[in-house]
């Protein structure tokens, strides 16, 4: 399995986390066949949220793992807080009843890393601080890390929190590619040029901050898979099927090697809850595309070159 390193920690993690924002529907065999193979290929990154599921992924997680009798210091376990209904939270007190919400639903005394979920517009920054270091001090999470947050929020939480912020989890796919399409449409009036993240990529890679990508095969903001989407997506698709023949893999394969292309080291959060889709996720990160080709996707998504 390609490994990446995760941030400044000095580990290396597996290139793709497995996403858990859909397994609360999966009936129970199907999801302890899923943990056991994941956990089979190496893919020992769980990527979960409280809110998922309304705390219902965490739970049916742990049960599973508890069913296979794998064991939970095999695992590197991320979970989120601070979205809640109506409304972002940051405070320190709902950091901390927010883990131990999610350690309690993990059925774990440890969280390998904490991610702050959306930026909390009433975020007082010195109160992280006291979390992040209340929850390191206990011993109940070892790394932190943000999610969808532009590198002027990290700037500002950095000012006051001693951690290493590790990860930055940001949507990014093929088609959902504005991280991409900024820096290369600098100081130009296209629609691309707009500067809507903070330049957010170059930033992490200055600042060791690993990005997660979720919604990796997405389109929009939870439309659905670009992967098959041929009415949406033609031009798309039918590089994706050329370049799958070329590379003797799958269009999802080759999707996921347009994420692990980028020389970021960007960890590709997969949400699938197929074995077969997993493997072919896989099989992804072991292509490695010809620049051509990797532009020629871009370009097939209806991004522009100037
Ligand atoms: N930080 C955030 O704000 C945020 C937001 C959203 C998600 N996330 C994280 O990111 C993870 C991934 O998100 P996601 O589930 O939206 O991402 P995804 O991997 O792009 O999508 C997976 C979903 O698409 C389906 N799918 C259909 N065709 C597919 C294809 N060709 N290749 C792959 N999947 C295909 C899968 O069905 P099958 O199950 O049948 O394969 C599954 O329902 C989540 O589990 C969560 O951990 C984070």
Known sequence: ?????????????????????????????????????????????????????????????????????????????????????????????????????????????????????????????????????????????????????????????????????????????????GMVASGLEVNLDTPGAADRDGAVLDYCRLHDITVQAWSPFQYGFFKGPFVGNREQYPELNQALDQLAEQYGATPTAIAAAWIFRHPANIQLVAGTTSDARMAEIIRGSEIRLERGDWYRLYLAAGNILP
């Open 1 to 177: 399995m390609k490994t990446i390193p995760l941030g400044g920690t000095g580990l290396r993690v597996p290139a793709i986390a497995v996403g858990c924002m859909r397994v609360s529907g999966m009936p129970e065999e199907k999801l302890d066949q899923h943990l056991l193979y994941c956990m089979e290929q190496g893919l020992n990154f769980f990527d979960h949220a409280d809110i998922y599921g309304g705390g219902k992924c965490e739970e049916v997680f742990a049960a599973s793992v508890k069913r296979t009798g794998l064991r939970r210091e095999d695992m590197f376990l991320q979970s989120k807080c601070g979205i809640r209904p109506g409304m972002y939270d940051f405070s320190r007190e709902h950091i901390l009843s927010a883990v131990e919400g999610i350690l309690k639903r993990l059925n774990t005394e440890y969280l390998d890393m904490l991610v702050l979920h959306r930026p909390d517009a009433l975020m007082e920054p010195e109160e992280v601080a006291q979390a992040f270091d209340e929850l390191e001090t206990s011993g109940k999470v070892r790394h932190f890390g943000v999610s969808n947050h532009r590198p002027s929020q990290i700037a500002l939480l950095k000012k006051w929190v001693r951690q290493p912020i590790c990860v930055d989890q940001l949507q990014f796919s093929i088609p959902a590619s």
